[in-house]
């Protein structure tokens, strides 16, 4: 069983930046494709950012060139570095394990206001 926690968020300022931090515990961190998910009020949950075991990233066009998703497997903890925050980016931020079963964290909530 694999437990992810995330921490990190909280309020900020239009233009701002945070860091969101997922912890992982129970499994080969190293192995896992790791990503970023967000659920706005109202709204379904949708991908910001993964990374491939091996490094490859991807990202949601809205965030492009703004966020940046790295991961340390020395410490199992993904990260999900985050500048130029909008009042839109205001969600409930999730991190998510996949290694044939996946896996959810609780969530952080990020907050940007605008």
């Known amino acids: 069983q694999v437990l992810l926690v995330e921490s990190g968020g909280g309020l900020v300022q239009a233009g701002g930046s945070l860091r969101l931090s997922c912890a992982a515990s129970?499994?080969?961190?190293?192995?896992?494709?790791m990503g970023w998910y967000r659920q706005a009020p109202g709204k379904q949950r949708e991908l910001v950012a993964t990374?491939?075991?091996?490094?490859?990233?991807n990202y949601a066009d809205s965030v492009k060139d703004r966020f940046t998703i790295s991961r340390d497997n020395a410490k199992n903890t993904v990260y999900l570095q985050m500048n130029s925050l909008k009042h839109e980016d205001t969600a409930v931020y999730y991190c998510?394990?996949?290694?044939?079963?996946?896996?959810w964290g609780q969530g952080t909530q990020v907050t940007v206001a605008s």
């Open positions: 998510k394990g996949v290694r044939g079963s996946s896996y």
């Open positions: 129970g499994g080969t961190f190293s192995s896992y494709s």
């Open positions: 990374i491939t075991s091996g490094g490859n990233t």
